[in-house]
């Protein structure tokens, strides 16, 4: 038992200094490489603290929380074969971003689900799988959820990496027929810095220079509606103006968060629901 708590103490050390190696990369380019379409947070005594404590309480107590919560409900947010038919509005496929799992939508799920949408969650494993291979993984889901849901096109939701495997299914002929607009909350539209210290094949793709991110780059615009919804404390991707969407997209700044805390935070999650609704 002891060995357990002093190995937990030295995990939990180590995220906390990463996480703090990371929120300090972040205010180093917020002060030598601003975006200017984004409103940078002031670099003060207050707002660098401020910061990596919502990192922390993001990443080591609300996260697990919501795992636990996944774990308890998964069931019935998987299939969407499982998916509540008595909801009014159209089904919302969301995808999760790198490292991560369905779990971290646990509330955007709920506050979607009670704005009546119908929400389909789509999962795939961060480690030993190709992108390409989520990508047609990806299209496989989305063709049964149009078997079961025939009557009306999807609304799509990426987090991080998953608004670039959005991205990336819609780029193959024919797709943007079948959705109705898509919304993105973090995603690295032009990659960022960080994925060069990120572990696994997978992260490769978000680096700046990445095969993925070029052959993006270079897509047609969208003929559907697209928004990206970003924050400017978000510490994860940088620069910031990596944030930024290609031509055809609308681009939202949200209220500062955490590149995590856009999943959680209410306001975040408001201006989600008020973008679904304006495509809808």
């Known amino acids: 038992m002891t060995y357990l708590f ?3 103490i030295v995990v939990i050390t180590v995220y906390a200094v990463l996480l703090g190696v990371v929120s300090l990369i972040y205010w180093y380019e917020v002060l030598n490489c601003p975006c200017k379409a984004i409103h940078h947070p002031a ?24 795992i636990l919560l996944y774990l308890i409900t998964r069931r019935s947010i998987h299939s969407p074969l499982s998916v509540e038919r008595n909801l009014s509005r159209p089904p919302v496929v969301l995808v999760h971003g790198l490292y991560d799992l369905p779990a971290s939508f646990f509330m955007t799920r709920r506050r ?6 119908r929400v389909i969650h ?31 096109k999807f609304l799509m939701v990426g987090h991080s990496l ?30 960022s810095k960080l994925a060069i210290f990120a572990p696994g094949k997978l992260a490769s793709n978000l680096k700046r220079d990445s095969a993925l991110i070029c052959s993006l780059a270079l897509s047609s615009p969208p003929k559907i509606p697209c928004t990206a919804l970003a924050s400017a404390a978000d ?11 290609p031509d055809g997209w ?10 995590l805390g856009l999943l959680f935070r209410k ?5 989600l629901i008020e973008e679904l609704d304006s495509i809808e």
């Open 43 to 66: 670099c003060t005594p207050l707002t660098v603290p401020l910061l990596f404590l919502y990192c922390c309480v993001s990443h080591m107590v609300v996260r697990p929380l919501f």
């Open 112 to 117: 979607l689900e009670k704005a009546g949408y």
């Open 267 to 271: 306001r975040v999650i408001n201006h």
């Open 250 to 259: 609308k681009f939202r700044e949200t209220v500062p968060g955490t590149h």
């Open 235 to 245: 510490e994860m991707v940088l620069p910031a103006a990596a944030l930024l969407p």
């Open 6 to 8: 002093w190995l937990i």
């Open 122 to 152: 789509f999962g795939y494993k961060s480690f030993f799988i190709p992108f390409e291979t989520i990508v047609t993984q990806f299209d496989d889901f989305i063709y049964l959820g149009e078997a079961s849901f025939p009557e009306q």
């Open 162 to 191: 998953g608004g670039l495997i959005i991205r990336k299914w819609l780029s193959r002929e024919g797709n943007e027929d079948r959705v109705a607009g898509v919304v993105t909350l973090g995603t690295p539209h032009g990659g």
